[in-house]
């Protein structure tokens, strides 16, 4: 029997405890305004009275009557200098934090102050866009075969990189007399020699800094080079071509099938040289260059180095007969050169600018050859400087 009456309590505890509780079952404190609170006659410590004028709940520390439901007031807040803070804390002035803003300001004389309002101001001045220039060779360095004569006033070709239209040139010993920017790697400059034989230096100097190439300009006695034209007798032809001592040219049959070339002169190492001829037209197939061994066929697979005149303009270079690609456009009366320097470099140039310089060294020696494709297609003013 008493097992059952534990059971029942137990039953009853659990449902009672299960269901919300009705307001009246709430325990509520004191409810006072604030003028009977502070009436109140020798309160205990720890008494607890909700004040209902503003809503909150007091407790009694002794002395005072302190509000004890947060509102924002115990809050401290520590900045440092560039936070500024307003409002007391509370429901009704809340806390604003706010970060004095950075500034950026741009000054008369181009440069720029940034400030934070804490640290030490700092100011900022503009650097000129670009880059330092880079001279790399030019074709009256060590061991060139065109080198200046003394009080010779002529071009000199100065290759690099990052050359713009500020860019100048001096020479050590040397007169610059006037610079052509040609691109951003090729300068041309007018130069007149001094009259002491020696190696000088070759600046290029822009809005950024200057480069030097030392040694780059020599002026020493050089071997005399000789320039001919290939007479009527000494051009070898195989095919459909004709030669006047003017014009090479294809007749007859399209087709890499004819040619034009002369073992009269040669470039020879230690010397060097080159071939110099007219474009007569545009718009045919034909190849012109330099061979070791031109008589061995009409192919343009045996010309060592050579110009490949396309019919559409351009100008392709071709070694061996592979191609190196296509360089520079060309039309009718551009002078072409196939240059060889002392030391085996070639140069490919049009109207005396380089289009295209290789990275295979000359084989001797090199000979007139040519491969011609197209009918009626001609050169004229071929010439061996050797």
Known sequence: MRDILILILLFGFKFVFSQAPTAGELIATHMATLAEINAIANP????LVYNSDDKSLYQYDGAVWEKINANGDETIIVTDSNILISGTGTSANPYIISSIPAKLTSNANGSYTFSNSVDTDVTFFPTTQGNTP??????AGVGNCAQFGLNETRNLIIQGAYFDGASTVAITGQTVNSVVINSSTQITANVTSGNSYGTYDISVTNNIGSSTLIGGFKLQASTSLTTSGIAISDMIMTGSMTYDGMYLKKTATAGWNAQGYSQAYSIKPNVGGHLDWTADQSNKYLMIGLSTSPQSNASYTTLDYAMYMVSNSNIQ???????QGY????????KLRINVDCLGNVTYLKNDIVIFSSSKKANYPLYLDSS???VDGSVSNITMTY
Do not use: K, L, P
């Not at 360089?327 to 551009?334: I, N, P």
């Open 44 to 47: 205990y410590e720890g008494s």
């Open 134 to 139: 880079i001279v790399s060779n030019t074709d």
């Open 317 to 323: 270079i071709r070694e061996n007969g592979a191609s």
């Open 327 to 334: 360089v520079s456009g060309y039309t009718a009366g551009d």
């Open 372 to 374: 011609f494709h197209g």
